[in-house]
């Protein structure tokens, strides 16, 4: 048998025999929960973004209702700066048009 052949079959065997012998390394434990299983599960317990104290799912859902209201949320500013950031506004407007005005 030449040489050549000789390195053929040895490089065979010991590639099957690698391939054989080795344990299957790229599975998870079976103990395992998959993904999948836990993206289905329902969450029924929750921290509040608040102060992060913990709440029930219910509470949560109406805290975050109570967020999403607009209304709940408006912010108490006085009148002057209210008039003074408009009056802001109204100025760089004014500067996008005209740049060379209230320099």
Do not use: N, W
Request: hydrophobic share 45%; no cysteine; aromatic share 4%.
């Amino acid at each position: 048998m030449s040489l050549a052949k000789r390195r053929t079959a040895l490089a065979l065997l010991v590639t099957h025999g690698l391939l054989v012998a080795l344990p299957v390394q790229a599975l998870p434990p079976p103990e395992d929960t998959p993904e999948e299983v836990l993206r289905t599960e329902v969450i029924t317990e929750a921290r509040s973004p608040l102060d992060g104290s913990p709440m029930t799912a219910a509470e949560y859902a109406e805290l975050e209702a109570q967020m999403r209201d607009p209304s709940l949320h408006q912010p108490q500013v006085a009148q002057r700066y209210r008039d003074l950031v408009t009056l802001l506004r109204l100025r760089r407007a004014i500067r996008s048009v005209f740049p060379f005005l209230l320099r």
